[in-house]
């Protein structure tokens, strides 16, 4: 059963630090790409980045780069988003989501979500 498991969630003051975890099951991230996606209330959903598994390459949103670091542990079938420099527009949940193939083709299965809130 595939299944991906997002946490790390929390409320920060702007300019402050967070990092997500996406605990997947059911797959291997040695055949899987994943993204992270968000949406903040009243907003479509977006991209933020995306992890090959071919070569750990990654790919980044124009409004994250720079701020935002994908990576992950294969090891322990975790992506991890580190979220640096926060302001109040990153506020939103924030979803990790299996790609069908290589970055940007799809996705198929979705996490439940983690809620990030940035305010002072």
């Known amino acids: 059963q595939v299944q991906l498991v997002e946490s790390g969630g929390d409320s920060v003051q702007p300019g402050g630090s967070l990092k997500l975890s996406c605990v997947v099951s059911?797959?291997?991230?040695?055949?899987?790409?994943i993204s992270w996606f968000r949406q903040a209330p009243r907003k479509e959903r977006e991209r933020v980045s995306c992890?090959?598994?071919?070569?750990?390459?990654?790919q980044y949103g124009e409004a994250v780069k720079g701020r935002f670091a994908i990576s992950s542990d294969k090891a322990k079938n975790t992506v991890y988003l580190e979220m640096n420099n926060l302001n109040v527009d990153d506020t939103a949940t924030y979803y990790c989501a299996r790609e069908v193939s290589w970055c940007n083709v799809g996705n198929d299965y979705w996490g439940q979500g983690t809620k990030v809130t940035v305010s002072s």
């Open positions: 992890i090959s598994s071919v070569d750990g390459s990654t």
């Open positions: 059911g797959f291997s991230l040695n055949y899987y790409s």
